[in-house]
């Protein structure tokens, strides 16, 4: 494996809370096994040895997994390699002399708080909504007492891999929930114990989703081909099943 | 020297939980209502408990520096999570749970802890399971189970290797469900700074708003530390780059001890360091040891061959490996626990048979497992006489099913494909058995203050088992702590709801402002970075890593003492704010930095105290003749539970003899 030195020039976001943001640019000589986010290490390393503000970014596990890292790369949510999020992109994947425009995620529900860093507590807020199965700790009954088919668990493994990044939010030309919603509206409709709150989560979590003030969602697909994790669009599909079940099928108002 | 109660209720060891639960106090419904409990942390043991604690009827107030609950450090665990369930109806039992993780920490553990962990074990896999965790089935729907190192049954349950993701997922949906209930109130992007106790007892917390900079005071009954692991000390560790000993280092600092802080562990499957602009290592689950072989070649010449790029190391031939895992522990081969694995792989490191560009990794290689699953695919597709392309292609979906995500993330990382070259791997920091001392309530030396999880140093000794600290977290939050936390609160019910305009409140809080104050004040040339990278790397890696000796610790020490004080004299903390009231990501890491430094130093102190090799804790000079550690079960049968005593003079040590009553004491073999 061998490795090489490339120089790049970054067009990075910067914003506070008293301005409205802008583009600045900024060179760096990087390392291409580096990862994306050693690259901003790099750079705010530099900065800092000037005196000068580093560049805030949201990041935490570096492996694909927590969900923290976000970043509109050259216009893409995390990048231009598929199924990978900003974390595990690595700098082999761009040449030397390039030049790099590195964005927040943007959405009217997810507002900046500096920089690339913005706030997507409405996710959680959505889970709230209903993102459970209604169980008590204790008095469960014995695991194998549910049987799973093989095939389902695997299908409800898939949409319950959804990171919470909100990639397909940012992809979204409406800025919508719908796949992340989604995700966890069919995980759960899928299992046996999401059976008895399925409507009514449905119902609640895209009630939830609209007060937020995500957009609706008009099949562009970005989502899908954005998502890091490439969660199914097929999910959309189920949970508008499940909504027009909820809202035909239940009695009580939610 | 003061004698720890640890108390451990006397009887049977296999009855002592249930007859001391029936027999515990309890907290009425109506008086739950009126009693607050603080949640610092929300990872696999803190939204557990924080969402049984609010189902049962307390007020919860829940902590965590991220944005969110689902990115706690959990999330990034693979492999599994081990209970006694005995599906397999491979001779596991309770008792076989308890023993493995008291051989597995070498008896440094205390057995009553333990044993309460093998039987809650069950419960969780009920629990999760009914929150709709997507565990691995078989085809006919039951649950599936996979091995771990250090045992001999399938006592592993699996979500594909992301099983943190799913529990925590899980833990996280309670969680949310009881914030929507309003029983529990959330406070996401707040850091705890401090502990304030009132009387002598643990009350509340001072908090950063890590959006505002502002500091905020929290005040409740009781207060419950679930904050994760320190080993992010090293600086390189498998940890999220957030993970941090903050909380646990201020309530220390504030009269709880801190256990065995040295016991480290090292696991043997890393992706190797490529560089030192690295800020991360990735782990590659343990569950990979299953079907990976470790090895290296036998000769120096080929090791150079293959630096060199001259051979292949899939082509060379068998007779040229050397398999050390298997050859020098036949019984338990590749699966053998870490600390052993790590340790073997050092050694043959030492002598210069590492492969890579650095010499410092080795081999795990899955060619035999793709070409055995292949050939029994092709005897249940009927097809005995198939092709060794074909057997290879049928073997590597086999494979790919099993472990995909890890081996697409290894390729992410490294750019190369190790379904077709064995992957490099190499022994990382990830883990820490030490943490707060805890009595057999999960309650520490200082009143009312509990800790659970990674925070607390309870249940794996020297050495933690694979797939047993979720299981730990979970048995923890979801099945401990609801109880025993009422030991404390039964006294509590007529204690008014507690003030944090107190003036141990605001006492505290200046306290903190001063500190913050100070660090922005230092204006120095050295980045918080840097810092973080020396004292990890160049001083705690390589003098208390994977194996320390007495003289080494010394310089360490000294190290980290000179180190510490040109950070305090040299750090540049950028800052708009002179008080620090802004979003401001390099003050969180100097403020956590700023305390890896003080922990480093107890490390250091505790792995001198220790003049035995046990566990994760390995001194080359008690080590047997063929480099296996040797432990003293004459001296060092204790934990070490350590008092702050200010930074200038050494903690005190406290001494928790530990009995065993129901194990007999062995060396341990693998072999
Ligand atoms: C890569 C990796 C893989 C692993 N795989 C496995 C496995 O397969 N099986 C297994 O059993 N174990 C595994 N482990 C170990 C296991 O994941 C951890 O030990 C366990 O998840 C720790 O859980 P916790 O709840 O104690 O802490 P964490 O999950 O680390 O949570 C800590 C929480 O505390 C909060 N916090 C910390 N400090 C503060 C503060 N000062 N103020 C406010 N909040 C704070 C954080 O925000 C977070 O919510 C793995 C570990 C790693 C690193
Ligand atoms: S659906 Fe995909 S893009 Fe959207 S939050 Fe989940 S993982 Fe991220
Ligand atoms: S930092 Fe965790 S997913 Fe990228």
Redesign the pocket.
């Known amino acids: 494996m061998s490795s090489e030195t490339i120089k790049l020039t970054l067009k990075v976001w910067r914003q506070t809370e008293s301005d409205p943001g802008r583009l600045e640019d900024y060179q760096v000589e990087i390392n291409t096994h580096m990862s994306f986010l050693e690259m901003l290490d790099v750079l705010n390393e530099q900065l800092i040895s000037e005196k000068k503000e580093p560049v805030s970014f949201s990041h935490d596990c570096r492996?694909g997994i927590c969900g923290a890292c976000s970043l509109v790369i050259n216009g893409r949510p995390h990048g231009p390699m598929q199924g990978t999020t900003t974390c595990q992109l690595h700098m082999r994947h761009f040449e030397d002399g390039e030049t790099i425009y590195i964005e927040p995620f943007r959405a009217k529900a997810f507002p900046v708080i500096k920089d690339l860093v913005v706030d997507r507590s409405s996710f959680d807020r959505i889970i709230q909504a209903g993102g459970y199965v209604s169980v008590n700790t204790g008095g469960t009954p014995d695991g194998n007492a549910i049987q799973i088919e093989k095939d389902t668990a695997r299908e409800a493994f898939d949409a319950a891999a959804c990171i919470g990044c909100g990639a397909c939010v940012a992809s979204c030309p409406n800025a919508s929930a719908m796949l992340f919603t989604s995700a966890k509206v069919s995980h759960l409709a899928l299992l046996p114990q999401g059976q008895v709150e399925r409507r009514a989560r449905a119902l609640k979590m895209v009630s939830r989703m609209d007060e937020e003030g995500f957009g609706a969602c008009s099949n562009v697909g970005a989502c899908e081909a954005e998502c890091p994790k490439e969660i199914s669009i097929a999910n959309i599909a189920r949970m508008n099943r499940e909504y027009i079940s909820g809202v035909f099928g239940s009695a009580k108002k939610v | 020297m003061s004698k720890l109660d640890n108390k451990v209720p006397e009887g049977p060891l296999s009855e002592k939980w249930t007859k001391y639960r029936s027999e515990m106090p309890l907290v009425a419904p109506n008086n739950k209502r009126n009693i607050e409990v603080i949640v610092?942390?929300?990872?696999?043991?803190?939204?557990s408990a924080a969402a049984t604690l609010g189902e049962l009827g307390y007020q919860v107030k829940a902590?965590?520096?991220?944005d969110s609950?689902r990115?706690?450090?959990?999330?990034?665990?693979?492999?599994?999570?081990?209970a006694a369930k005995n599906y397999q109806n491979d001779g596991d039992s309770v008792y076989r749970l308890f023993y493995d993780t008291i051989k597995g920490g070498d008896y440094r553990s205390r057995e009553g802890n333990v044993h309460r962990l093998a039987e809650v074990s069950r419960d969780i896999i009920d629990q999760c399971v009914a929150q709709g965790v997507p565990f691995a089935r078989e085809y006919g729907g039951n649950l599936a189970n996979r091995s771990f190192g250090g045992v001999q049954v399938s006592r592993t349950f699996y979500a594909r290797g992301q099983?943190?993701q799913q529990l925590?997922l899980g833990a996280y949906s309670a969680l949310s469900r009881q914030i929507s209930l309003g029983s529990v109130k959330m406070y996401n992007r707040?850091?705890?700074?401090d502990l304030v106790k009132v009387e002598g007892k643990a009350r509340g917390i001072i908090?950063r708003n890590l959006i505002s900079g502002k500091l905020e005071r929290f005040a409740a009954h009781s207060v419950v530390l679930?904050?994760?692991?320190y080993?992010n000390v090293y600086y390189l560790?498998?940890?999220?780059m957030?993970?941090?000993v903050?909380?646990a280092w201020t309530a220390h600092r504030r009269g709880a001890y801190f256990a065995n802080p040295c016991y480290c562990q090292i696991h043997p499957t890393c992706i190797p360091v490529s560089g030192d602009y690295q800020s991360k290592l990735?782990?590659m689950?343990?569950?990979l040891r299953n079907d990976g072989r470790v090895w290296v070649p036998k000769s120096h010449v080929d090791v150079e061959a293959i630096r060199a790029g001259e051979i292949k190391p899939e082509e060379l031939p068998e007779e040229r490996r050397d398999y050390y895992l298997e050859r020098i522990y036949p019984a338990f081969g590749n699966l053998v626990p870490r600390d052993v694995a790590s340790r073997a792989a050092k050694y043959v490191c030492d002598e210069n048979r590492g492969v890579g560009s650095t010499g410092l990794a080795v081999y795990l290689d899955f060619a035999s497992a793709i070409e055995r699953y292949g050939h029994s695919e092709a005897v249940s597709k009927n097809e005995p006489n198939a092709s060794i392309e074909k057997v290879k292609e049928w073997g590597t979906a086999v494979v790919s099913a099993k472990y995909g995500n890890l081996f697409e993330m290894y390729e992410k990382i490294t750019g190369e494909n190790p379904y077709k070259t064995p992957m490099r791997i190499f022994p990382a920091v990830?883990?820490t058995m030490g943490g707060i001392w805890v009595d057999y309530n999960l309650e520490t030396t200082v009143p009312g203050l509990f800790a659970?999880?990674?925070?607390n140093f309870s249940d794996h000794g020297a050495n933690r088992l694979?797939?047993?600290?979720?299981?730990?977290?979970l048995a923890d939050?979801y099945f401990v702590i609801p109880y025993t936390i009422g030991t404390f609160l039964a006294n509590e019910i007529r204690t008014p709801k507690i003030s944090p305009d107190l003036p141990e409140f605001f006492e505290i809080e200046n306290d903190v402002r001063d500190r913050i104050k100070r660090l922005l004040n230092v204006q120095g040339s050295r980045s918080v970075e840097s810092f973080h990278r020396e004292l990890g790397v160049k001083i705690m890696w390589e003098y208390c890593g994977m194996s320390r000796n007495g003289e080494g610790l010394k310089i360490a020490r000294d190290k980290v003492r000179k180190l510490r004080k040109e950070f305090w004299s040299n750090v540049y903390v950028p800052h708009t704010d002179s008080d620090g009231e802004e979003y401001n990501p390099e003050l969180e890491k100097a403020l956590r930095v700023a305390d890896f430094f003080e922990l480093a130093e107890l490390m250091i102190i505790d792995a001198l105290d220790r003049h035995e090799s046990c566990g994760g804790h390995f001194r080359e000079e008690y080590a047997t003749e063929e480099g296996e550690a040797q432990r003293n079960d004459k001296d060092y049968t204790y934990v070490a539970a350590w008092e702050f005593n200010g930074l200038e003079d050494d903690p005190i040590l406290h001494k928790e003899e530990l009995v065993f009553e129901n194990v007999e004491l062995k060396t341990r073999s693998y072999k």
């Open positions: 492996e | 610092v942390g929300t990872g696999l043991a803190g939204a902590f965590c520096f991220h609950p990115r706690a450090h959990s999330i990034a665990a693979q492999g599994g999570i081990n099983t943190g925590l707040h850091e705890m700074l908090a679930a904050t994760g692991g080993g560790s498998t940890n999220a957030g993970s941090n903050t909380a990735t782990l689950s343990e569950s990830h883990y659970l999880g990674e925070a694979g797939a047993s600290a979720l299981m730990q977290g939050g």
